[in-house]
């Protein structure tokens, strides 16, 4: 708001010295003859008023986009500071402090768009624990810890898949 105020009362000054100039100067030949006589060119403040202020208002119309870029980058550089400065954002394994080594990525932080994973667990280390499955209608697994049988290299325990298993007359065998 203050910036827009800025360019109002800039805009204004402009506009009432150039109306004042103009009306003062009708005697001078108008500009690059776009008139036929200077006579013709003869109008009152008021007129050279309201068109200044429009031309005026158009010369200024940077100020407002330039300031919000500015303000925009002081923010990022401020909340860069403020990443530097939380002590929650420290790094124990590596020993380090968060570095913002440039004001334009913490806008873009929390926003994922691609996840790269080579699914052996080299990259994120994984841990894929089979627990549970189903085969035809029913389902297997227990989130109980075993007391019988158990598979090896695996975290699963049902008995009734064993007791399946064993019986070849069983449906689900």
């Known amino acids: 708001m203050l910036i827009l105020a800025c360019q109002v009362v800039l805009a204004s000054i402009g506009a009432i010295t150039g109306a004042t100039w103009n009306t003062k100067n009708q005697d001078v030949t108008t ?4 008139t036929e006589t200077p006579e013709e060119d003869k109008h009152g403040f008021g007129y050279y008023l309201i ?7 158009l010369i200024f119309t940077n100020f407002v986009p330039i300031s919000m870029m500015v303000s925009l980058d002081w923010v990022k550089l401020l909340q860069g500071n403020f990443m530097q400065d939380d002590a929650t954002m420290f790094d124990k394994e590596q020993d380090m402090e968060t ?6 990525l913490n806008e873009e932080l929390g ?3 691609y996840v790269f ?7 994120t280390c994984n841990i894929m624990e089979f627990k549970k499955f ?15 049988k158990q598979l090896s290299n695996v975290s699963f325990h049902d008995p009734a ?7 070849e007359s069983d449906p689900d065998h």
């Not at 994973?117 to 080299?122: I, L, M, R, V």
């Open 99 to 104: 570095r913002a080594q440039s004001s334009n």
């Open 51 to 57: 068109t200044m202020i429009g031309t005026w208002v």
């Open 111 to 113: 926003q994922v768009e």
């Open 117 to 123: 994973s080579d699914k052996t667990g080299t990259l």
């Open 134 to 148: 189903t085969a035809g209608k029913r389902f297997y697994g227990l989130d109980q810890k075993p007391t019988t």
């Open 161 to 167: 898949m064993f007791e399946v298993l064993e019986n």
């Open 31 to 34: 500009y690059l003859g776009t």
